[in-house]
Nanobody, 121 residues
Framework: QVQLVESGGGSVQAGGSLRLSCAASGRFFDSYAMGWFRQAPGKEREFVATINWSGRTTYYADYAKGRFTASRDNTKMAGYLQMNNLLPEDTAVYYC??????????????WGQGTQVTVSS
């Protein structure tokens, strides 16, 4: 069983940055992939980024490439999503998730509660 808690969301102006954190508890953290997803009001949840268990492999949605960076620290049982040059269209609830399998679809076993990111123009 893995429990996830996101933090670091907030309100920023366009062009600003935020760093989301995902703190994990439970077993197998360092053997699981961590994914990041987001859901804007009235829209379906969409893939943002994912990072494999070692941190050596990452995948990003096209809109996230060059602006967002996923990382993790297995010694701290934590993952991070650094978001730079934020745009109003990045406004959403952001979720971290974990699963044995690295994937870009939201078929992850464990999910956090989400953290709100609001970007104003």
């Amino acid at each position: 069983q893995v429990q996830l808690v996101e933090s670091g969301g907030g309100s920023v102006q366009a062009g600003g940055s935020l760093r989301l954190s995902c703190a994990a508890s439970g077993r197998f953290f360092d053997s699981y992939a961590m994914g990041w997803f987001r859901q804007a009001p009235g829209k379906e949840r969409e893939f943002v980024a994912t990072i494999n268990w070692s941190g050596r492999t990452t995948y990003y949605a096209d809109y996230a490439k060059g602006r967002f960076t996923a990382s993790r620290d297995n010694t701290k049982m934590a993952g991070y999503l650094q978001m730079n040059n934020l745009l109003p269209e990045d406004t959403a609830v952001y979720y971290c998730a974990m699963d044995e399998t690295l994937a870009t679809v939201d078929d992850y076993e464990y999910w956090g509660q989400g953290t709100q990111v609001t970007v104003s123009s």
